[in-house]
């Protein structure tokens, strides 16, 4: 039996998710060969391999499989490159294809130009060798090729993903600025949160909007696969045609892993109809029953009890700058002051820190809180001392992650803690 083609594969990701990207491919792929670069992760696997990143992975944003690389200086260089590829392999003239151009110090004026020269190098191979030509589609193409130029050299990639991976199928209900679910995803992870008593113990999100964070945290704790509810651009490409059983038995054997939580999972919002967004896209995302849903003021709800000796851990993405307005108390007592120039969450966060030193330090086990937030000041607005802080981006906003260990009588940090980036 011949052994598998090895595939050279980019999982892409946003800045500073790399070694977490890197530590839960390891975890899918055990034998694959795994190297965090900028941007994302390179892996040496097997279409098998690209079947089950896109099906497992919380954190990579697409599975791209590179095809060719080299070097350029115009666009004919271009051209002649994508008519080294195979691409009867990959795609025949009734497939549909889209080509998307990135770039890096290119030396080329025209990236439109680009996009079209690499377009035409495959439509030109396919009409030549079958008669036909493959139809431009530019909205869910069957194989969506990405070029990326350097400086000088480029490289063709097949997208295996088609839809971006944070698009899980699930959620349909949105905010006023949704967070992204491969973004609560790497939350989640740089805070450790595996969905166990000894990894993070109960979750609670004050801040809830659509429910995207208390929505993967369920499907962690459930061992729910993140790409179970969609489809993706692989199972239209040649390459995987003669692996479809193989596929549906992939899929199979992720179901026969979901199993109900060891810990309990809460999320509440002061707008009541988020709470009503966010319950539906748990429903849609088959973990509803598992995630206990309020409405209320993050200043005032009352710490969830715990089972004996249970630690809890507070995730969130409050409101900040023009992302979205703050509301509920801290907003009425800004309206009340009278002034339009003071800003609500220049109160609500020294709020937000005394709740949580009068509710949330009774209990022996105590609470871990994290909360995504660009303002570098952010510890001295709320007059506790950080353990942790760690750089995230929230699309183009560069946030920190802050950890807030609140212990009873103290605001200091825990001794042996470093509260230094990473």
């Not at 944070?166 to 805070?191: I, S």
């Not at 809180?369 to 942790?388: G, H, T």
Request: aromatic share 8%.
């Amino acid at each position: 039996m011949a052994r598998p083609e090895t595939l050279y594969l980019f999982a892409s990701c946003p800045a500073g998710v790399e070694p977490w990207l890197e530590a839960e491919i390891k975890s899918i792929l055990p034998r694959a060969g795994v190297e965090a670069l900028r941007g994302g992760v390179s892996v040496h696997s097997d279409a098998e391999g690209v079947m089950k990143l896109n099906l497992e992975s919380r954190l990579a944003q697409r599975v791209l499989v590179e095809v060719i690389e080299g070097g350029y200086r115009h666009e004919d260089d271009l051209y002649a490159l994508a008519r080294r590829v195979d691409w009867e392999r990959w795609i025949t003239p009734q497939h549909t294809l889209r080509v998307d151009t990135t770039a890096h110090r290119s030396p080329l004026k025209s990236l439109n130009f680009a996009t079209l020269r690499i377009k035409d190098a495959i439509c030109d191979q396919l009409r030549e060798s079958q008669g036909e030509r493959p139809s431009v589609d530019t909205r869910a193409p069957d194989l969506p090729v990405v070029l990326h130029l350097g400086a000088e050299r480029a490289a063709l990639y097949i997208d295996t993903s088609g839809e971006p991976l944070f698009k899980r199928g699930w959620r349909e209900d949105k905010g006023d600025a949704p967070l992204k679910e491969t973004l609560a995803a790497a939350m989640l992870a740089a805070a450790g949160w595996k969905g166990t008593p000894e990894t993070g113990g109960a979750l609670q999100d004050p801040c809830c909007g659509s429910g995207t964070i208390a929505v993967e945290a369920a499907q962690i704790a459930c061992g729910i696969a993140p790409g179970l509810s969609r489809r993706f651009a692989f199972e239209r490409q040649l390459p995987f045609q003669p692996l479809r059983e193989r596929w549906a038995q992939i899929k199979q054997e992720a179901r026969a892993r979901i199993h109900a939580p060891a810990v309990p999972i809460y999320a509440s919002d002061v707008a009541f109809r988020m709470v009503d967004f966010a319950r539906r896209n748990a429903e849609r995302a088959g973990v509803a029953q598992y995630i206990q849903f309020n409405g209320g003021d993050a200043l005032e709800r009352p710490a969830p009890k715990l089972p004996e000796g249970m630690p809890g851990s507070i995730l969130m993405n409050p409101p900040y700058g023009e992302r979205i307005e703050v509301r509920g108390k801290a907003a009425a007592v800004r309206d009340a002051g009278g002034s339009e120039a003071r800003d609500g969450g220049d109160d609500f966060f020294p709020r937000l820190a005394a709740h949580w030193k009068r509710a949330y330090t009774q209990h022996n086990a105590g609470w871990t809180a994290w909360l995504l937030c660009p303002d570098m000041k952010l510890p001295s607005k709320m007059r506790l001392k950080e353990s942790r802080r760690i750089p995230m981006w929230n699309g183009p906003i560069e946030c920190r992650m802050f950890r807030f260990d609140l212990v009873a009588g103290s605001a200091r940090k825990q001794r042996g803690e470093d509260a230094t980036e990473r």
